[in-house]
């Protein structure tokens, strides 16, 4: 099993920026793909931004409306993943839950994640 525990939301003003942290716990040797996803109210879940952890790993893959603002990174030594969050805008607004995999294959597809955080929420309003 692995935990994993979500920080760093919080509300900020259109352009601000805001750094989320995901923590991961017990048979982290076991994840093979982390991901951050998305979901506002009444809206589907939406893969934001994906990385291949480990040695070797460091893999990642983009939404095309996060790209060039978003930044995800991975501490192997702190088994933490982190998205950075930079230009904000008010349609960033959502619960943000980080995910692992324990399977090769990144996607940003939510069926085959094994392991999810609870949400850390993101509010972007003047």
């Known amino acids: 099993q692995v935990q994993l525990v979500e920080s760093g939301g919080g509300s900020v003003q259109p352009g601000g920026s805001l750094r989320l942290s995901c923590a991961a716990s017990?048979?982290?040797?076991?994840?093979?793909?982390l991901a951050w996803f998305r979901q506002a109210p009444e809206k589907e879940r939406e893969g934001v931004a994906t990385?291949?952890?480990?040695?070797?790993?460091?893999?990642?893959y983009y939404a095309d409306s996060v790209k060039g603002r978003f930044t995800i990174s991975h501490d192997n030594a702190k088994d933490t993943v982190y998205l950075q969050m930079n230009s904000l805008m008010p349609e960033d607004a959502a619960m943000y839950y980080c995910a692992a995999r324990a399977a090769w294959g990144c996607t940003t597809h939510p069926t085959p994640y094994n392991f999810w955080g609870q949400g850390t929420q993101v509010t972007v309003s003047s």
């Open positions: 990385i291949t952890p480990g040695p070797g790993g460091g893999a990642t």
């Open positions: 017990g048979h982290t040797y076991s994840i093979r793909c």
